[in-house]
């Protein structure tokens, strides 16, 4: 694909949605844009009420004009299909295209993304509503990228969504016998003797089938998929040098996985919307989007679904766009596609401090975003999201935000060059949405774990210290990376577990977190001692857990100390010895076994005697192959984890591409790094020769 075609520039603006305003605003949007250095807004994203206000009647002199206006203006458009959200009419009519949730209610419109990927009338009027926006619009000057839908997120439960399971589940399991034997539906009584008994999960009377549950997850996503690309193969059919993308919805429960997904589409594009630790989170979801975009991997298609109106069946030109295959798909560029100038916190929503935006909007650039986009262009002024900040704020052009959008606007036609090498990694940091969705069930031993934070912290103790991480799937390859850190993978086929082995033994070092390779691929517990998939690499057998209460802190003592030496920690160099400060493990425990591995530190103090832990090992190294495989079975602060890995800690965001260092400090006092002086909340992108100020 042709991209960045038009956008050898780096993107820059968000989404435009004009219908909300009378027309004699959209000649100020157009003027504004131009005096903030607008260059491509994504435009009718919800507006599909207002292109077909009854059913069969169009109305798009409204969009002809917008997109002749935007062109004018000498911006370009990534034109959305509005399938997020159907019409009222839509769903009165087809009142069997409501989502259902899990407790069997049927959904109402009167909010947003209100459908039900799997029921056939909406498929239908999806593609039939793509079809006809490419065909008005298919030679538009402004025409510049396709946005298909809006972050995919809805989950239906419905009697579709059951027989389109049901189609998926054969694909993937093959007999009923091997589906029974994949979710163990021996146990509780579930054995299925026809495919025609199993249905979504849905309310049931106590904990439902964990491998089911996960079944389902994987099911959702390949259908949303599907869904994405009929509508891609519309676009690319009468569109075919014009990119299409979808917007990816990222946090916990995203019910996509993003690999999948990445291999799909032209450009990864994700939404992001940091809230406690602004700086931190931005690294993570750019290096997420990063490590989707340069490793995806193609998934399976859930369900051929109805015929749509132009079957690829029946055409086999977009039928080769429209066909799944399975395996890696080349690597893709990424953008920022949409972010807010307010930071939502949960309780409330902030104003960014001043130079915030410019500041993250650089650190994914620097991370390898094309761009950076917003939500939205000019805020609402009613709706629901009336309060989520625009470029444009409710104050108008004459305020701190639109300065700082012009700002911004001005500084990223500077960092071209800064941005033309790849992003360099220092180490790479294992992610796997299915192991998140494992580690999601209901059941497990902690009702308090989080895949996602734990992740979270490996990759925040990095970028604490100056080391930009890759975020990979574990079946990456890993032979570039010096280390690999491995948190909570609690669901690891055996194909990555050898790919691990073969990281190792070729010389990496390895951190492996509590709860990684305990369960397979069906979420089943692996025997004869965790963590079943890298015993043997890791040199130990763990035989217990020991989930801790919050209040409940260990201490982990060098292991001499078991022989009356109570010496200090020595501050060696080496990874795996940490400073001189005694360390201690929250949250989880775990009765670890040495089976060829030593202790770099064990388990002491009052909260274990009496228990199995007392004196036995909490953090292990063992060598393998030409390389190191670290355990640490329990969760450390992010200082002692820094400590384990020998780092130090870092005061500014610092990432390399080539001969060129972004820096940006997110701090309220002055840094300097590498001779560079920042000022409080400065920011600087140098390319080696540079003099420095
Ligand atoms: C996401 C959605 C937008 C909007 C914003 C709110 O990015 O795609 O439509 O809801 O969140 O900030």
Known sequence: MDWPGRFGALCYGGDYNPEQWPQEVWKEDVALMRRAGVNLVSVGVFSWA???????????????????????????????TPTASPPPWFGLAHPDALTVTPDGVRLTHGSRDTYCVHAPAYRAACVRVARSLAERYRDHPA??????????????????????FRTWLRARHGTLDALNDAWTTSFWSQHYSAWEQITPPRATQYLPNPSQVLDFRRFVSDAMLDHFRE??????????????????????????????????VDLVAIDHYPSADPPAETAFAADLARGWAANPERGPAADPGPAPEHSPAADPSPATEHAPERGPAPGKPWLLMEQAVVTYTGPRMLAKRPGEITRLSLSHIA??????????????????????????????????????????????????????????????????????????????????????????????VLYRHGVTADLVHPSADLSAYPLVLVPALYLLADADADNLRRYVSGGGTLVVSYLSGVADEHARVRLGGHPGALRDL????????????????????????LDGDQGEWDDQEDRGHR??????????????????????????????SGTPLSGQPAITRHP???????????????????????????PVELVRRGEWLFAINHSDEEHEVDGLRLPPGGFAVRASGDPKP
């Open 231 to 264: 509508q891609k193969a519309v676009l690319r059919e009468l569109t075919p040098g014009v990119p299409v993308t979808t917007n990816f919805v990222l946090g916990d429960w995203a019910p996509v996985n993003h690999r999948h997904w990445a291999a799909e």
């Open 538 to 561: 890791l040199g130990i057998r763990v035989e217990e857990f020991h989930p801790l209460p919050p209040d409940v802190v260990l201490t982990l003592s060098p292991p001499d100390v």
């Open 143 to 164: 025409l510049a990228m396709w946005h298909v839908h809006n972050e995919y997120g809805t989950a239906c439960h419905c009697e579709h969504a059951a027989s389109a």
């Open 367 to 460: 991370r390898g975003s094309r761009g950076a986009m917003f939500f939205q262009w000019r805020a609402s002024r009613g709706g629901a999201e009336l309060w989520h900040g625009g470029m444009v704020p409710h104050a108008g052009p004459d305020s701190r935000i639109f300065r700082e959008i012009c700002d911004l606007g001005a500084l990223l036609p500077t960092l071209k060059d800064a941005c033309a090498a790849p992003v360099e990694a220092g180490a790479a940091v294992l992610w796997d949405a299915e192991a998140n969705w494992a580690l999601q069930s209901p059941g497990l031993p902690s009702t308090e774990l989080d895949y996602t934070e734990t992740v979270r912290q490996a990759h925040r």
């Open 579 to 608: 400073g001189d400060r005694p360390e201690t493990g929250t949250f989880w425990s775990e009765h670890v076994h040495l089976e060829g591995a030593e202790a770099l530190a064990v388990y002491t103090g009052p909260h274990t």
């Open 50 to 80: 207002r292109l077909e206000p009854s059913p069969g009647v169009h109305d798009f002199g409204w969009l002809d004009d917008i997109l002749d206006l935007l062109h004018d203006g000498g911006i370009g458009v990534d034109l959305a």
């Open 624 to 650: 393998y192959g030409s390389g190191t495989a670290l355990y640490v079975s329990t969760r450390l602060s992010d200082t002692a984890y820094a400590h384990l890995l020998g780092l130090k800690p870092a």
